[in-house]
């Protein structure tokens, strides 16, 4: 019986899972196919794929965009939100094939709240195709404590290593940030948010020039809007990127997505 409750609902995911077919730039506000998308990106050196996590046809999206680069002969790395940076070897020893899926589901559950079923696909890709996987996120414990107590805990060397600015430097952050996220216990939630922002956006930038790969970033929407992550990388290294994301993400930030948040949109 335990046996069967793991397949149903794995065989349900990707049973219902279809990839978006009608995608718009934002910049040029014309209409394109998935083909073209896949055409216009595959010179870029960081793709960003913001999710709502849990999302069946983004995942499945994720993956397609994966394996068109590294068909197409590119040395791809993905880079994910799933893990902090704190547990990089064990993404190491996964795609090493050092531990085994059992002890890799058990670690990620502990990990990362999004069922594992969702990325199951892309990380059984990614060790089949020894394509390395970056560990980006901050630590929760830390972000929780700077959205709870602010900044004034963090040593300064880190955060000008991290080239960390606060929330009140960047009004359109700022007013995004604000009205996605409400809790009255965090009131540095928005600083908390940027940190985790920065983090991920440093160690990006730390694989980056550790390798000469396409780097494809799954991470939450809100995340890799472009000017969160995408932007902040910019200040580590200057390198060719583009952002996709669902056109769903207005819902959650509360504007209409244009260009300052992605290149692309699917709907």
């Known amino acids: 019986m335990k046996r069967r409750s793991i397949i149903v609902p794995l065989f349900f995911i990707a049973g219902c899972a279809s990839l978006p077919t009608h995608y718009i730039s934002l910049d040029q ?3 394109a196919d998935f083909e073209a ?29 994966i ?13 994910l939100e799933a893990f902090p940076d704190s547990k990089q070897e064990i993404f190491n020893e996964w795609i090493g094939g050092t531990l085994d899926e059992y002890a890799f589901e058990r670690i ?3 990990t990362w709240a999004v ?11 990614a060790r089949e195709e020894h394509i390395p996987l970056v560990a980006i996120n901050a630590d929760n414990a830390l972000i929780g404590a700077v959205s709870k107590y602010g900044l004034r805990e963090i040593p300064q060397d880190f955060l000008r290593e991290i080239k960390f600015t606060e929330c009140a430097t960047d009004a359109r952050y700022k007013e995004i940030i604000d009205r996605t996220y409400h809790a009255a216990e965090f009131p540095f939630l928005c600083d908390g948010q940027r940190l985790r922002d920065a983090v991920m956006a440093f160690n990006i930038a730390r694989a980056l020039r550790a390798n000469n790969v396409t780097m494809v970033v799954l991470a939450g929407a809100t995340h ?8 902040m990388l910019q200040r580590h290294i200057a390198v060719s990127s583009t952002v996709l994301m669902p056109g769903t ?12 948040i992605a290149d692309y949109i699917w709907d």
């Open 249 to 260: 993400v207005g819902r959650i930030i509360r504007r209409t997505p244009d260009k300052h």
């Open 29 to 31: 506000q014309t209409s």
């Open 37 to 65: 998308v896949l055409t216009q990106i595959e010179h870029e050196r960081v793709i960003f794929i913001g999710e709502i996590h849990g999302t069946p046809s983004i995942h499945l999206l994720q993956l397609e965009i």
């Open 67 to 79: 394996k068109y680069l590294h068909q197409r002969g590119k040395q791809v790395a993905v880079a």
């Open 115 to 125: 069922p594992y079923a969702y990325y199951k696909e892309i990380l059984e890709y």
């Open 224 to 231: 890799a809007m472009k000017i969160a992550v995408p932007q």
């Open 108 to 110: 990620y559950k502990e």
